[in-house]
């Protein structure tokens, strides 16, 4: 008898299976849950993310203005280093650049430059961090933050000693690009078996500097408003 | 000109440099899969063309008016509920992978259901792939190149409009059928052939493919020549 | 009625006599894109292992409210989820390998193996028994992403996992760590399974 009256009575996941309400509310059941937890996540990693995406170009930049020895000697001492955010219009009147840059603030004073600049590399984009002096008449560096070049040729671009090269380089003309020929002053040694990534770099590092050149002063540079 | 130039390297470099198949290893599956005769592939091929066009339509249309940071449509709805300085940096970004799965899906079905109805021949040709390529890894990885093309970018200048979001759907789909059609071809000619026993199926395509990508690279740094000759650049 | 695997017997089917790579050919993408070095490959394990999991679990504890033509939709809704948080840890724990696997993680949406997971099994059995599975099949998939990553690795930079292993002398096999070694390495591994299963098989035919 209670048998026969359980199985009149149907059951509430029964009753969720039989109608279209029942199927709507699991799905939207689902989505709310899954919005939740999505939420969760949203509100305690954005920020960390965030801080991870900025942390790879600011982490790299006191080396840029300094090199490694000083840079470390600076971290280490007493006077603030300041990093600024920036953008700047750059280039002639037809195809205007924008360029991302960041000036760099050494106890109060102007201490250098670095400018976010990518291109077309051999295989796919490249992304370059540039180091230039205060007076604009030199590069202090250079630092490949991303590519996508052929394994054992074109990412020695990223060598310490082959991008040493542009360091102290006069930002005043074009720099070219010449195999075995180390030495001479204005030419840039292109790494055996990887002749167009070198190329490349310098060619983005070139249109750079005429860039700049004339138009890096203080009152084209717009420092970027963050929101908190 | 230069946007021209532009439209005209992401093209060349969506359908051959960076073929979606050879380089990024975008819908395998399908490659392996459908593959044994050339119309079958130059079908797959038409039906995904014709989805990866309508999804990165979609997909660019929803990321640049919702999901970004910031978009339009997502701060005008916000600001009926939240002050306006709240709703100006609404950043709905983490839905992106979910919408663009859902938007793609429900995609394929309306073009199935629509093809069916009003294009008859169309559907013989390529309707019974469409199912299929709801799943298909090519269609998402287009919808996530275009996306990390708006979302992230940091320069103002360099963020994708449509155009170049269509010239990259229409010319990896071309790209991808350009892929599956040798492969089919190389595929009819293998069948003559005595393949040791263990080769046979997916391991001798695999084989196949390799060689197939090791071709393609031979097209590596053509598009840094072609912008260095077309823009007059050093 | 047929009779369904036990947790035990889903999680050995995993390894070998159904490995979601070798033998059901699924879930391809990753498998040749991401092999390219060790650290890589693993972590892409890991995040489909992970995913797989969370996946198979929930639906499984629904599986009695599922009607047939929605439960796709939950499926891709409950993938699509876990893919998104799984992408985001890594975007704050491990931001150098996010960068470096980059579209790969958001493609696992449309990696076939967890769909099918949860068709085949989760979708039919008790918790326990889609918990093997999924672990099953993610150690089967991460194994053999591991070995095709080794040999890319090892071949292509005489490295494992970063560390070198092969002397100074070894002349790096460049292709192997570019897009042919990966349908190549994948191809003659793929053969030499086929060929190891088919003596196996004989052997056994042979015996009886």
């Known amino acids: ?228 | 000109m230069a946007y021209l130039v532009d439209i005209f390297l992401i093209s060349i470099s969506a359908a051959l440099i960076n073929n979606f198949v050879l380089y990024y290893f975008v819908g395998i599956c399908p490659f392996i899969g459908v593959s044994r005769q050339v119309d079958m592939a130059l079908g797959m091929g038409s039906a995904v063309t014709f989805v990866m066009t309508i999804a990165v339509f979609i997909c660019w249309t929803i990321t640049t008016l919702v999901l970004q940071p910031g978009a339009p449509v997502s701060v005008w709805i916000a600001s009926f509920f939240v002050s306006p300085e709240a709703a100006a940096v609404i950043d709905l970004t983490i839905l992106t992978y979910i919408v663009y799965i859902f938007a793609i899906a429900s995609a394929v079905q309306f073009v199935e259901m629509y093809v069916r109805k009003f294009y008859p021949p169309l559907y013989k040709s390529f309707g019974v792939f469409l199912p299929l390529i709801t799943t298909n890894c090519a269609i998402l990885f287009a919808c996530l190149t275009v996306m990390s093309h708006i979302i992230g970018v940091e320069n103002p200048g360099e963020v994708w409009d449509l155009g170049r979001a269509l010239a990259l759907g229409i010319f990896g789909g071309v790209g991808f059928t350009i892929a599956i059609v040798i492969m089919a071809g190389i595929r009819e000619e293998l069948d003559l052939c005595d393949i040791p026993a263990p080769f046979q199926g997916a391991a001798i395509t695999l084989i196949v493919g390799g060689i197939l990508a090791m071709a393609f690279m031979g097209f590596t740094g053509v598009d840094s020549g072609l912008r260095a000759v077309l823009t007059g650049g050093p | 009625m047929q009779v369904l695997p036990t947790p035990t017997e889903r999680f050995i089917q995993g390894i070998l006599p159904e490995n979601p790579v070798y033998r059901q050919l699924l879930g391809l993408c990753p498998t040749l894109a991401v092999t390219g070095g060790l650290k890589p490959a693993l972590t892409m394990a890991a995040a489909v292992g992970f995913v797989l999991l969370c996946a198979n679990i929930i639906t499984s504890l629904i599986r009695n409210l599922l009607k047939p033509h929605l439960r796709i939709v939950v499926f891709t809704l409950t993938i699509a989820t876990f893919v998104t948080i799984v992408d985001r840890f890594l975007a704050a724990y491990l931001y150098q390998m996010s960068k470096a696997l980059g579209p790969y993680i958001p493609l696992i949406i449309v990696n076939c193996i967890i769909i099918c997971r949860c068709e085949v099994c989760a979708s039919r059995q008790s918790v326990p028994a889609a918990a093997a599975d999924a672990l099953g099949q993610s150690l089967g998939f991460g194994l053999a992403l591991a070995g095709i990553a080794a040999v890319r690795e090892l071949l292509g930079t005489g490295m494992l996992a970063g560390y070198p292993v092969l002397p100074e002398s070894w002349p790096d096999w460049v292709i192997m760590v570019l897009p042919p070694g990966a349908f190549l390495t994948f191809g003659l591994l793929l053969a030499l399974v086929n060929w190891i299963s088919a003596d196996k098989q004989q052997g056994e035919g042979g015996g009886s």
């Open chain 1, 1 to 228: 008898m209670a048998h026969a009256l359980k199985q009149k009575i149907p059951s509430p996941g029964r009753w969720l299976r039989d109608t279209n309400l029942g199927q709507a509310w699991l799905v939207l059941a689902l989505a709310i849950l899954f919005g939740a937890a999505l939420a969760a996540v949203q509100v305690n990693l954005s920020r960390r993310i965030e801080a991870n995406r900025q942390n790879e170009t600011l982490s790299k930049i006191p080396e840029l203005v300094w090199g490694p020895a000083r840079a470390r000697e600076i971290k280490s001492g007493s006077a603030a280093v300041q990093i600024i955010p920036g953008t700047l219009q750059a280039g002639s009147g037809a195809n205007p650049i924008t360029l991302n840059l960041f000036k760099v603030i050494h106890a109060g004073q102007l201490a250098g430059w670095v400018i976010k600049a990518g291109g077309q590399g051999y295989a796919e984009k490249i992304d370059l961090l540039i180091g230039i002096d205060p007076q604009v008449s030199a590069l202090t560096g250079l630092f490949v933050l991303d590519q996508k070049e052929t394994p054992g040729l074109g990412n020695k671009i990223t060598a310490p000693g082959w991008r040493g090269q542009f360091k102290g380089r006069s930002t005043g003309r074009p720099l070219t690009v010449a195999a075995g020929l180390s030495g001479s002053e204005a030419a840039i040694d292109a790494i055996t078996g990887a002749t167009i990534s070198s190329r490349s770099v310098t060619r983005i590092v070139n249109r750079v500097m005429a860039a700049v050149k004339d138009s890096l002063e203080v009152d084209t540079f717009r420092p970027i408003e963050r929101r908190s």
